[in-house]
Every structure is written in structure tokens, then in C-alpha cells.
């Protein structure tokens, strides 16, 4: 894997670009010598989103086998939003889109 200063990546960003797309070998982005970010490629990307579906899948399965399950309502509740006001903006959305 490829570590590289912040300076490395502004100064070629599209040659690393083009690297990463070659080799699918993430890089590793420094800023005064302490790692802040890693670069991947689309493709590794979109398989780490779909682990992350199939864990909170499994999560969430696994909660309502065991009868741990919370109603949408009760968890936006739980981080102080309105689910009266959620579904007004999807309401909204929907007809939007239509």
C-alpha cells in the first residue's frame, strides 16, 4: 500500500488517480507524517457499502429474533427528531419526484 503526503496528492492527484485505477491498491494520504485518509478505488468502495448492508441487515434481523427490535418512530424519537416531520419531508419528496 502507498503512503503519500497531502502535498503528493494535491501536486498529482491525477496521476495517482490513474495509478489507483491501474493496481486497485489503496493509498494512503499524510498530513505532517500522520496518516488522515486512505484512497480506494470505486470498485472497493462499493464492496465495503454492501458488507455494511449485510452486517446491518444481519443486525437487524438478529434484533428482531430476539425481540429487540425498535419501531423507525421510537428510534428518531430517541435522537430528538419528529417522526411527524420525517414524513411530511418524504411526503414532499414523493410528490416532487412524481
Do not use: C, Q
Not at 503519500?4 to 507524517?33: M, Q
Not at 425481540?67 to 419528529?82: K, M, R, T
Amino acid at each position: 500500500m502507498a503512503t503519500i503526503s497531502l502535498r503528493e496528492f494535491r501536486d498529482g492527484a491525477g496521476r495517482i488517480l490513474e495509478s489507483l485505477e491501474r493496481n486497485h491498491e489503496p493509498v494512503i494520504i499524510t498530513k505532517y507524517e500522520r496518516p488522515v485518509a486512505v484512497l480506494i478505488g470505486i470498485d472497493e468502495w462499493e464492496e465495503l457499502e454492501a458488507f455494511r448492508d449485510r452486517k446491518d441487515s444481519e443486525a437487524i434481523a438478529r434484533s428482531r429474533a430476539e425481540g429487540e427490535f425498535v419501531p423507525l418512530a421510537a428510534a428518531l424519537e430517541s435522537l430528538g427528531v419528529d417522526p411527524e416531520e420525517v414524513e411530511a419531508l418524504l411526503a414532499d419528496r414523493g410528490r416532487a419526484a412524481a
